[in-house]
């Protein structure tokens, strides 16, 4: 059975940062990629960061010099670390792990950005 699990989101005022880790088990992760997407009511899911089974990155431009993805192959996690958080960032952060032909998603964890 394919779980992916988030952890590490919470609240957190503007300016602050949070770690958030996606275990994942029942794959093969080092042939996954892996992607970091978030949802706000109303919106359309958002893909924030992008890390290949190579460990290339990319984000969205909104996030770029802020947001730090990374992966541990050893541990089947990946991270998202955030920084200098801002308001707009609060959503639901969920994990995406993809091979192109499996697709795969975890439960979602809520990073609220508010003083």
């Known amino acids: 059975q394919v779980q992916l699990v988030e952890s590490g989101g919470g609240l957190v005022h503007p300016g602050g940062s949070l770690r958030l880790s996606c275990a994942a088990s029942g794959i093969i992760f080092s042939l996954y990629d892996m992607r970091w997407y978030r949802q706000t009511p109303g919106k359309q899911r958002e893909l924030v960061a992008v890390?290949?089974?190579?460990?290339?990155?990319n984000y969205a431009d909104s996030v770029k010099g802020r947001f730090t993805i990374s992966r541990d192959n050893a541990k089947n996690t990946v991270y998202l670390e955030m920084n200098s958080l801002k308001p707009e960032d609060t959503a639901v952060y969920s994990c995406?792990?993809?091979?192109?032909?499996?697709?795969?998603w975890g439960q979602g964890t809520q990073v609220t950005v508010s003083s």
């Open positions: 890390i290949t089974k190579r460990g290339s990155t």
């Open positions: 995406n792990a993809t091979t192109g032909f499996r697709d795969y």
